[in-house]
């Protein structure tokens, strides 16, 4: 599968940005997507995932009440709503899959074997 993220972009503290991830490839309904971010000069973290049929949504604690993730697997693409930003959210924005047949969401980075290219979210104070 291949994956594009975008949607990314410089925005003020307190304002929002919507990001996408298409999928292309193997049957997107199958699997789960997660959202992972990269600061400068920190590792990877997990931000948020979604199982294959939108039930079941984790997200970080640092992330949760201002981010939605939702999918619509009719256009094959997940979507990150975020809100409230600040500063702290600046990263590069990564989608991942995890392989056909592992339907459920996952917080971990292992647990994902497609990944997307990026995308730059800059939260200016």
């Known amino acids: 599968v291949q994956l594009q993220a975008s949607g990314g972009g410089l925005v003020q503290a307190g304002g929002s940005l919507r990001l996408s991830c298409s999928a292309s490839g193997r049957s997107f309904s199958t699997y789960a997507v997660g959202w992972f971010r990269q600061a400068p000069g920190k590792e990877r973290e997990f931000v948020s995932a979604?199982?294959?049929?939108?039930?079941?949504?984790y997200y970080s604690e640092s992330v949760k009440g201002r981010f939605t993730i939702s999918r619509d697997n009719t256009k094959n693409t997940v979507y990150l709503q975020m809100n409230s930003l600040t500063p702290d959210d600046t990263a590069v924005y990564y989608c991942?899959?995890?392989?056909?047949?592992?339907?459920?969401?996952?917080?971990?980075?292992?647990?994902?074997?497609?990944w997307g290219q990026g995308t730059l979210v800059t939260v200016s104070s």
């Open positions: 979604i199982n294959y049929n939108s039930v079941t949504t």
């Open positions: 991942a899959a995890r392989p056909p047949g592992y339907s459920s969401a996952s917080y971990y980075s292992n647990s994902y074997d497609s």
